[in-house]
């Protein structure tokens, strides 16, 4: 198991929270609160040790294509592939869009 903490410039606000997925479908659940601190704090624990360069070419990826929702996003990945991240990831902050 691996546990990192990532902190990146947000460049838009919501409101709300969200939940996408669940670690026990085997692999990941992604639960987001947003707020005003014009950051974006990501706590991941990952059961894939080594992958801090894998999340952060994803969430590069995530703030050059829509850019980064202010917030708190805490991540449990149980090896889930890239996509499937960014699909769990994307649907959080596309739940919360809805609410804002």
């Given at each position: 198991?691996?546990?990192?903490?990532?902190?990146?410039?947000?460049?838009?606000?919501?409101?709300?929270?969200?939940?996408?997925?669940?670690?026990?479908?085997?692999?990941?659940?992604?639960?987001?609160?947003?707020?005003?601190?014009q950051t974006?704090?990501?706590?991941?624990?990952?059961?894939?040790?080594?992958?801090?360069?894998?999340?952060?070419?994803?969430?590069?990826?995530?703030?050059?294509?829509?850019?980064?929702?202010?917030?708190?996003?805490?991540?449990?990945?149980?090896?889930?592939?890239?996509?499937?991240?960014?699909?769990?990831?994307?649907?959080?902050?596309?739940?919360?869009?809805?609410?804002?």
């Open positions: 198991m691996e546990k990192m903490t990532l902190s990146l410039p947000a460049g838009r606000t919501l409101h709300g929270r969200a939940l996408a997925g669940v670690v026990g479908s085997g692999d990941m659940e992604v639960l987001f609160t947003a707020d005003a601190q974006l704090r990501v706590e991941i624990t990952t059961s894939v040790d080594n992958s801090q360069a894998r999340w952060q070419a994803l969430f590069s990826r995530l703030a050059e294509m829509s850019g980064l929702p202010s917030g708190m996003l805490v991540i449990h990945d149980f090896g889930a592939t890239p996509g499937v991240a960014r699909i769990r990831i994307e649907q959080a902050f596309e739940e919360v869009g809805y609410a804002s």
